[in-house]
């Protein structure tokens, strides 16, 4: 499956982004997807997973309440809403794909949209 992200930008502190990553290839909906971010200097840290169709989500608490993971397979779609941003979500944000729900290694990686909190 190939994973395309898109909808970073510029935005000022307790404003909001939806990130959007489309997926192409094998069946949309046998995939676990989360999406994942790595600011500077920093190493890569989860943010949050929805299940194969939408059923549960999982966040990290330094976005819990913030950030909204949800998916649309019929559009091969899934979607990061992020509001109430704060300087230190800055980072480049990516999605992945996984099949298996209980293994912790994404099969798939997208490219990566920049997100920048200024504030």
């Known amino acids: 499956v190939q994973l395309q992200a898109s909808g970073g930008g510029l935005v000022q502190a307790g404003g909001s982004l939806r990130l959007s990553c489309v997926a192409s290839?094998?069946?949309?909906?046998?995939?676990?997807m989360g999406w994942f971010r790595q600011a500077p200097g920093k190493e890569r840290e989860f943010v949050a997973r929805?299940?194969?169709?939408?059923?549960?989500?999982h966040y990290a608490d330094s976005v819990k309440g913030r950030f909204t993971i949800s998916r649309d397979n019929a559009k091969n779609t899934v979607y990061l809403q992020m509001n109430s941003l704060k300087p230190e979500d800055t980072a480049v944000y990516y999605c992945?794909?996984?099949?298996?729900?209980?293994?912790?290694?994404?099969?798939?990686w997208g490219q990566g949209t920049q997100v920048t909190v200024s504030s």
């Open positions: 992945a794909a996984k099949v298996g729900l209980q293994t912790s290694t994404y099969d798939y």
């Open positions: 290839g094998r069946t949309f909906s046998s995939y676990v």
């Open positions: 929805i299940t194969y169709t939408g059923g549960s989500t």
